[in-house]
């Protein structure tokens, strides 16, 4: 017998929730606001917004389909199968959020907005029933979007849809050595370093791209290329400004070896899930066998 699909539905707490879980009541959290000209009303009809979302998608799941759920904050304790469906419910945040952990699912983004969808999350709600049929035949049209990779030499590893920064947690001077695919090397001190996605040069790779002269166009969100970049470099008598940005090939690697403790390598602005480094650890990043592969 064939595997039987499960829709797996990704969200994440709205900020009506968030704003009761700390205030303790929404009277409460509306009086906190409305005491600083604000008002809760928009997160009263978000919160509406993403729940009927999740309602009309979950009612096109196919009778004979299993289903589950997970909140954003639970995905690392989330057990995927390679048989599952995951139906993103939100903004495209989220989409990469939940894409570090999977390998090869189909990923059905879906948007909570009656103005429209965004860039990931491009399908509304009522398009779950004809996409839920198109990925049981096989037939549904998928695009593989590339992700970063970041390899430590003891074996750890992170991935990222969007893009991995290492350096100091706090943005304070990271100190390490950089060495690119073509053999150049120079040791840096500078506020950290960016490789990115085709899929992230709409976001902090772009801002950067935008404000540097000189710098290498970014790649698209299939391509296999990644750009990287050095925030803030400085010349001292020991460290060089010359290797500030590129672009890597297939295939190609940066590495860098960490010369200061307390580094640390995160993707996605995800900074609890990330990698602790230490002086003379070896950090290579590039693209990741891994694609994500998202229904459009």
């Known amino acids: 017998m064939a595997?039987?699909?499960r829709a797996v539905f990704v969200h994440r707490l709205p900020p009506l929730q968030e704003l009761i879980n700390r205030h303790g009541t929404y009277n409460q959290g509306s009086f906190f606001l409305k005491n600083r000209g604000l008002s809760a009303k928009s997160m009263v009809t978000q919160a509406d917004a993403v729940q009927d979302a999740l309602a009309v998608a979950g009612a096109a799941v196919p009778p004979h389909w299993r289903r589950g759920t997970v909140e954003r904050g639970d995905l690392d304790r989330f057990l995927f199968d390679e048989h599952d469906v995951v139906?993103?419910?939100?903004?495209?945040?989220?989409?990469?959020?939940?894409?570090?952990?999977?390998?090869?699912?189909?990923?059905?983004?879906?948007?909570?907005?009656?103005?429209?969808?965004?860039?990931?999350?491009?399908?509304?709600?009522?398009?779950?029933?004809?996409?839920f049929r198109a990925v049981e035949a096989g037939s549904a049209p998928c695009e593989l979007r590339t992700m970063a990779e970041a390899r430590t030499d003891d074996g750890r590893t992170l991935?990222?849809?969007?893009?991995?920064?290492?350096?100091h947690p706090t943005h304070q001077t990271a100190r390490y050595r950089l060495d690119t695919p073509d053999e150049r090397s120079e040791r840096q001190a500078s506020s950290g370093l960016l490789v990115g996605t085709g899929t992230g040069a709409t976001g902090w790779c772009g801002s950067v791209q935008r404000d540097r002269p000189g710098a290498?166009?970014?790649?698209?969100?299939?391509?296999?290329?990644?750009?990287?970049?050095?925030?803030?470099?400085?010349?001292?008598?020991?460290?060089?400004?010359?290797?500030?940005?590129?672009t890597l090939a297939a295939g190609g690697?940066?590495?860098?070896?960490?010369e200061s403790e307390g580094l640390v390598a995160f993707g996605d602005g995800i900074e609890a899930d990330r990698l602790t480094l230490s002086w003379g650890e070896r950090v290579d990043l590039g693209a990741s066998a891994r694609r994500l592969r998202l229904v459009v």
């Not at 894409?99 to 509304?124: C, E």
């Not at 970014?218 to 010359?242: Q, Y």
């Not at 690697?253 to 960490?258: D, F, I, T």
């Open 3 to 5: 595997p039987v699909p």
């Open 87 to 131: 139906v993103v419910v939100g903004q495209d945040g989220l989409v990469a959020n939940a894409a570090k952990y999977l390998d090869g699912q189909p990923v059905i983004g879906v948007h909570a907005d009656p103005g429209g969808g965004m860039l990931l999350t491009p399908h509304r709600p009522a398009d779950c029933a004809r996409l």
């Open 159 to 167: 991935t990222a849809l969007n893009e991995i920064y290492l350096g």
């Open 216 to 246: 290498p166009a970014l790649p698209g969100p299939a391509d296999d290329r990644l750009s990287w970049f050095v925030r803030e470099a400085w010349a001292s008598p020991s460290t060089g400004t010359t290797l500030t940005h590129g």
């Open 253 to 258: 690697r940066l590495s860098l070896v960490v």
